[in-house]
């Protein structure tokens, strides 16, 4: 399920249409951008509301991207964490994919009682 919130997340699929978690630059292509940059040192969390925060670049002290608490949660959670720096690594994209589609296809299948 990690990788269908993820993904979820790069390809824009949020609530309201909120840019709030979309980590990557390709919005509306399925990538692992979303667990490189909750892992990525280049980047800080700063609180910006009871819920929100700005990821900013060490360097630039520029933001690059919004989050909320959930995203906070896959970075700081030791559990969610491991599956993030997983598929954050270059070649672990194929098993992200499948497990995307193994948790769409699950998340899908839930409430059909004809298979």
């Known amino acids: 399920m990690t990788a269908l919130v993820g993904g979820l997340r790069v390809i ?9 978690g979309v980590f990557t630059d390709k919005v509306g292509a399925l990538s692992t951008d979303f667990f490189v940059a909750l892992t990525d040192m280049a980047y800080h969390w700063k609180p910006v509301g009871a819920n929100l925060y ?52 699950k998340v899908m299948n839930a409430d059909r009682f004809d298979l």
């Open 12 to 20: 824009g699929a949020n609530h309201g249409g909120s840019a709030n």
């Open 54 to 105: 700005d990821i900013v670049e060490r360097k630039s002290g520029t933001v690059k991207w919004k989050a909320t608490r959930v995203d906070l949660v896959f970075g700081s959670n030791s559990i969610l964490r491991a599956y993030a720096e997983v598929y954050a690594q270059d070649d672990n994209r194929e098993k992200f994919v499948a497990d995307f589609v193994a948790a769409w296809t």
